[in-house]
């Protein structure tokens, strides 16, 4: 006969306690955005409904309008960083540099400082020249604070390919471009893509720099939340925070897919 | 030669934008801090320590003690990830731990706010279980609701670069460990825990700095006096458009990043020598 482990009642204690503290908060947030009436000291909602889905998506909700500019400047944060970071990525992991070790550490510079007085400054500033309450305007700062997820990820991802392939290449006669974009490009590609689902999901996810830069005219998924919650309006700042939670959480599940561990044991070398 | 110009020239771009969106107004920020009505002079700091020192000494605690709390956590499940030898309980604490750790720090405020509030899910779960009575419930929407926001959401972060780092680890060292006879709490913190030290500060130090310049949560869970500097800063632009006193706030809490930063520095220093 199987002898039942003991063990098992701590295991499953301390899991279950874990469950309840990760999954508690979030189905308290799902709750929230099916609740159409929900007072204490009531555990769960009084009456369930899609009333307040119909309002945030009705035309004249703005709901619609923020995910849109949401992503559209998610999308030009990526091609931007991007187009910035893979020859970066390429020259740190590959080619040789002075400082190498110092301008590794510029691109932490935007996380390792507060931003706040940062973005207080910009927002001066692009005021004076225009940008302030521009697309263009967000996306720049969004750019700076992702480049070191961009860079370092395509550094880490470039090292981790086999430099004796880009060299068989060029031995048998391809150009060094031509080495790059047929060998090490695609070699390094997942690793790529994990550095722009990264910049991506930032750039969605930013409200500081939002805040200042873009507000009032510029109106962020983000931005939307934080002023239905502040409103009051637990519903409509839940649904939108719902919004926010579903690509984080997709990217959660997949990230190790991309982001293998031999690369990431290269990230910030 | 030639290849060494290609690289600056490949880097250069980037370093630009960081130089030119980051670096020039962090500058500004520590000049503006100086301003005072067009001359030089160290009004806005006196005026920010009269009007916000407990606030200073608010936000070093809380993050703090999250960040204390940050590195327990993720040593412990990484720890048990990497020593743990039933393979169900660790695949499954493999599925649970990282769930936050995508989540935006905005989301986390909201979800944080209505779960911790006095009348919020969790109390109304614990007073249905019979565990409180309606009249003992405290909402945690103070320094603890922020502490709780913030250990949440960063613990995923750095316990995924911790149990990577144990993961790459030579095992043997562990093994023969182990065949001599030593506890695994004790691998744990004389065996493992010396080899990924540095990648531990990394995530640490990085959680810290990103927690001093967190404003959603802030503003989200606690927003009145004591608060976070983060908040005050927010208040201090927009309702009085007061730049002054805002950058000198700004420069103290990059003051007290600069310690961690430190650290940081000469853990990288060290490691590349």
Known sequence: MARIDLWWLPRALVLGLLAFIIFGPLSNLVLWTIAEKWYFPHMLPLEYGLSFWQRVFSPRGNAMESLLTSIVIAALTVIASLALAIPAGYALSRLTLPFRGLILLAFLIPQAFPNLPVYVNIARFFYQIGLNGTIAGVVMVHVTHGLVYAVWIATAAFSAVDVDLEEAARSIGAGPFHAFRDVTLPLAAPGLMASAIFVFLESLDEFTGTYFVGAPDVTTLPLLLYTAGSGGNYQIASITALLLLVPSIGFMLIVERFLRADVLSKVGH | MQKRLLAILLVLPALIMIVLFFIVPLFASVVGAFEVGGTMGLGNFTKSFELYSSDMIFTLVIVTV???LIGLFSVSIGGYL???????????????YRWPMFI??????????TFLAKNGLMNNILVSLGLLTPLQTVGFLDWRGIVIAFVWKQTPFVTLLVAGAMASLDRSTIEAARNLGA???????EIVLPQIAATLMV??????VTMMSVLSVPLMINAQSPTMLTADIAFRINAHGDYGVANALGLISLLLTAGAALIYLRQSVKERS
């Open chain 2, 183 to 189: 506890s695994r709490l004790r691998i744990l913190i």
């Open chain 2, 203 to 208: 995530g640490l130090i990085l959680s810290f």
């Open chain 2, 66 to 68: 999250s960040t204390v």
């Open chain 2, 82 to 96: 990497t020593l743990g030898e039933n393979p169900r309980a660790m695949a499954a604490l493999r599925w649970l």
């Open chain 2, 104 to 113: 935006p720090f905005i989301v986390v405020g909201q979800v944080m706010r």
